[in-house]
């Protein structure tokens, strides 16, 4: 995924508050994609919709990341089984965005702080107000999408895996902690402890 230029509009927000009509049907008319079952469309449309995360200014990165994740949970337990795959779709999208985001900032200390505190409370919630599966998927994510965002392995993973370990230790289900587990067991972490000597 690549970010615009500075200065560069996405072409999809300029559409959709376009002043002119046929513009404006086309953005939507990407939105409903969204409805089908076509595999591909859902793709693209997970895609440019993650895609917005790179245009951000370093501002609106947590914010906006952090209502994504926020609307996502507050939904999660309304998806049914025939569209859960899309969204799933969606939330791998947005773990790989972010990691973009902070690669190609340089790993800023407080953004990447800021980030992973997000998805440690997503982790660490304790209440119930989050589905496992969403849990579950983050987990089953994380590794796959830094290795393939951090191919020079410079991304700081101590802070990364951080939030893996705190939910190893005392994530709210047997299973939670297991899934941890097995993030932490992932052999392809050898490669950034290879690449810090």
Excluded: C
Aim: no cysteine; net charge neutral.
């Amino acid at each position: 995924m690549t970010a615009p230029a500075p200065g560069e509009e996405i072409p999809f927000l300029r559409q959709l508050a376009s002043s002119d009509r046929p513009a404006r049907e086309k953005a939507l008319d990407s939105l409903r994609m969204w409805h089908s079952d076509r595999p591909q469309t859902q793709q693209r449309l997970a895609i440019s919709l993650a895609e917005l995360v790179g245009s951000l200014r370093s501002a609106l990165f947590v914010p906006f990341v952090g209502a994504f994740w926020t609307t996502l949970i507050s939904n999660f337990h309304l998806i049914d089984s025939f569209r859960l795959d899309k969204f799933l779709l969606l939330m791998r999208n947005y773990v790989n965005a972010a990691f973009s985001y902070l690669k190609r900032h340089s790993w800023p200390t407080n953004l990447t702080s800021d980030y992973l505190q997000i998805i440690e409370e997503i982790l660490m919630e304790s209440q119930g107000k989050v589905g496992d599966g969403l849990r579950y998927h983050i987990l089953d994510v994380w590794v796959d999408e830094l290795d393939k965002v951090d191919l020079e392995r410079k991304a700081p993973l101590e802070d990364i895996l951080s939030i893996i370990s705190k939910t190893k230790a005392s994530g709210r289900t047997k299973t939670l902690r297991v899934r941890a587990d097995d993030v932490l067991a992932d052999k392809r972490l050898l490669d950034w402890v290879g690449a810090e000597k």
